[in-house]
């Protein structure tokens, strides 16, 4: 059987092929935090962290697990910290987290404004949760309200679709829609903190970034520019590099990004679309690199974004910042796809 639909024959309850649940913590600092569990006949297992702007926490492929978790785990959002970098005490690492609206990368300043790390998004709950089960698969969609009185009002819908298929890899699918809601033209940064983890990121993994230039982000990482593809073993004391690539696109303006690991035999491919018709306004034309390589933050970050890293007065000299008008919408769709390499 390569579908629920064909299936149903055979079956009392949906749950025989593919699951899904929603329930909330009763423990620790996450307690009252929402998270949706799917699992689907292709291996796959997920968790969507309901009450963290809908991102993963995990991704497993037939038990094996794709991405880097911090000591933080799941905590609710009210444990989050707007100032400096304090958001690192309620980052879980996860598969997905959702940066943005108003900043990203460093702390910075602009305008009279302080802004913290990565900015509010990854700890604003889901608001108009929905999820449905059919045929085809399980659906999942919610409304993340990021505002201030006499401030900013941004919206951003995210719907995920988990298909009901097996075979020899698994693909899910999810969309984003940014809109300005409030009456005035506004800045919005947002990045996409993909987190590639251990045992699927090790010293037989490959990123594979299909980049026509590499721009190191800062002094350090151009001194190991030559090595931005190693992969190396932990060490006691890692610093941390970031480098730009500008992604090349397909026939249908698509790009892609991954990893490959040959002695576990599987590959990860992430593809997006931004509908970036009008670049200035919409496009994620930045993607990061992010190399972490030490005991127990093992990790390496696979970044889309539309703004670099180091606040509001880089993005305005390098013409990166993007705008929204009033009732001005940005468009991402997301694949990722699980292979098994022969």
């Not at 590099?241 to 002695?263: I, P, Q, W």
């Amino acid at each position: 059987m390569n579908s629920l639909q064909g299936a149903l024959p055979y079956i009392g309850n949906p749950d025989q092929i593919i699951s899904f649940s929603v329930s909330r913590f009763e423990e620790g600092r996450a307690r009252g935090t929402r998270i949706a569990s799917i699992s689907t006949p292709a291996g796959l297992d997920a968790t969507v962290v309901c009450d963290r702007c809908m991102d993963l926490y995990n991704v497993r492929y037939k038990g094996i697990n794709l991405n880097y978790i911090t000591p933080v785990g799941i905590a609710a959002p009210q444990y989050y910290d707007a100032s400096g970098a304090g958001w690192l005490r309620n980052f879980f690492g996860g598969f997905l987290t959702s940066c943005g609206l108003r900043n990203i990368g460093s702390p910075d300043s602009y305008g009279g404004e302080s802004f913290g790390l990565h900015g509010r998004l990854s700890n604003i709950p889901a608001e108009q949760l929905s999820y449905s089960r059919d045929g085809g698969g399980v659906r999942l969609s919610g409304v993340m309200t990021e505002a201030c009185a006499f401030g900013e009002a941004f919206t951003l819908r995210r719907e995920y679709f988990f298909p009901a298929e097996s075979g020899s890899e698994a693909e899910f699918f999810f969309e984003d829609c940014v809109t300005n809601v409030s009456h005035t033209a506004r800045p919005f940064m947002q990045l996409y903190h993909f987190n590639i983890g251990y045992p699927f990121l090790c010293e037989s993994s490959v990123p594979v970034i299909k980049s026509k230039k590499i721009v190191p982000r800062d002094e350090y990482a151009a001194l190991h520019a030559e090595n931005y593809s190693d992969i190396t073993s932990p060490v006691d004391e890692y610093r941390e590099m970031c480098y730009y690539h500008t992604l090349e696109k397909d026939e249908n303006g698509v790009r892609s990004f991954g990893m490959k690991n040959s002695a576990l035999g599987l590959s990860l491919e992430i593809s997006f679309d931004d509908f970036s018709k009008k670049p200035a306004a919409s496009a994620l034309d930045v993607f990061v690199q992010w190399k972490m390589f030490q005991k127990g933050a093992y990790v390496m970050g696979l970044e889309p974004a539309n703004a670099t890293l180091d606040g509001y007065e880089e993005n305005i000299r390098n013409g990166t910042l993007k705008t929204l008008a009033p009732g001005e919408s940005a468009k991402r769709r997301f694949s990722v796809k699980i292979k098994e390499e022969k």
